[in-house]
């Protein structure tokens, strides 16, 4: 390993893009667990809105003059393509894009904008990945691997050292994990330097390469990935981010969709900070206690700010579902006037507030005369939720779910 990573190529890195970049400061806060002292890296404000430029812009800029000349290839699911394209613009050289066909509208047009021509592939990353090895291989291009690359990782892992600088005595990294870039470049910069601190990985429940590969001690290949983290959604890792994880990471661990939501939903409402399904991963794991950081200074490393916003109003209502600030009811009702009144007294007593009324009389109940009321409500928490169905009860009212 450490044949390919050095750490003074790390250093190089950072001299580099000391010129694109944008400082990223670390953002204390309490409202991410209150049981760690948790601290952000917010590398959604970054330049091109991801870390992905880091890694991008030093490959291109240690290509040989021959190569630059050829023009440059990459495939992404979109930030790695905002990097490539900036990094490629800025200095002179012809960038191709391919992009899985599903990729959000605005990171495609955002690649347009930054100067690159943009190729968009039927499938996921990996159909992309190898239409745009087909390409390299028809035209001369040079390819610039969205991570499996010492020169990528070295950039990547600029971030490592940003953190041991503006945090010395940082205790643990949580950071998002696809094909593996982000984490091999921060834990060989921050074990090479101080190997106590603990580095910990972060994948989606539907994209988990990394996580099964580690397990099996082989790099495997998924099926299918299905995540709302669009930016992690890698089939397999690579050659070089495997091993470099299986020697660094402490662990790696998974998230659902419905957690990496309520995290996107906590750093917009609390920390007034964008971030994508990819981004989140590392607040989520900290969020809903999937590591070992109880008590710990603890940086959560917010890779990309890029979401959809098509799917952010999607996405805002399944965190507010997951956090207990939504909720839906079913309730058997004699069918009479007067019964919506009684429910919606009752709610109200204890501070819910209804947003949505549907009655249902061709549902399967008890009584002829009966309908099913579904209930949307406004919620605190999932305490409240709880407050609210008691209360319900208590005043006899009959919870469909229940029966």
């Not at 992009?99 to 690159?116: D, F, N, Y």
């Amino acid at each position: 390993m450490s044949e390919i990573l050095k750490l003074d190529n790390f250093y190089k890195a950072q001299f580099v893009l000391s010129k694109v970049l944008r400082t990223t400061e670390l953002i204390r806060t309490s409202r991410i667990n209150p049981d760690c002292d948790v601290y952000i890296k917010p590398e959604c404000l970054q330049n091109t809105g991801s870390f992905k430029l880091r890694g991008a812009y030093y490959k291109i800029s240690q290509l040989s003059e021959e190569e630059k000349a050829k023009g440059v290839i990459a495939c992404s699911a979109g930030n790695h393509a905002q990097g490539v394209a900036l990094g490629a613009t800025s200095m002179g050289i012809k960038s191709l894009i391919c992009l899985p066909e599903g990729a959000p509208i605005g990171k495609v047009e955002a690649t347009r904008r930054l100067g690159a021509e943009v190729c968009l592939v039927p499938g996921v990353y990996d159909d992309a990945y190898q239409h745009a090895l087909s390409l390299r291989d028809k035209h001369g291009y040079t390819f610039i691997h969205p991570f499996d690359d010492p020169n990528v990782i070295a950039g990547q892992g600029t971030i490592g050292l940003e953190i041991l600088n503006q945090l010395p005595d940082v205790e643990t990294v949580v950071v998002p994990v696809g094909g593996g870039g982000l984490i091999s470049g921060v834990a060989f910069a921050i074990k090479s330097l101080n190997p106590k601190v603990k580095i910990y990985g972060v994948q989606s429940e539907g994209a988990p390469s990394m996580v099964n590969s580690l397990h099996d001690h082989t790099i495997e290949r998924l099926p299918f990935v299905s995540t709302v983290a669009d930016g992690i959604a890698v089939k397999e890792p690579g050659k070089l981010t495997y091993e470099t994880c299986a020697n660094y990471v402490d662990d790696i661990v998974t998230v659902s969709d419905d957690e990496i939501c309520a995290a996107i939903l906590r750093l917009i409402e609390r920390e007034k900070l964008a971030s994508e399904g990819a981004g989140a991963t590392a607040v989520a794991a900290v969020m809903f206690d999937k590591l070992p950081v109880r008590g710990k200074k603890t940086v959560c490393i917010v890779s990309g700010g890029n979401i959809d916003v098509t799917l952010l109003n999607r996405v805002i209502n399944r965190g507010l579902l997951k956090s207990g600030r939504l909720c839906s009811i079913e309730i058997e009702l004699e069918d009479e006037p007067g019964q919506l009144v009684g429910v919606s007294s009752c709610i109200a007593r204890v501070g819910g507030n209804v947003t949505g009324v549907h009655y249902d009389r061709t549902s399967i109940v008890k009584k002829v005369n009966s309908c099913i009321l579904k209930l949307d409500i406004e919620t605190k928490n999932h305490e409240h939720i709880q407050q609210i169905k008691q209360q319900l009860i208590d005043q006899g009212f009959r919870l469909y779910s229940q029966e």
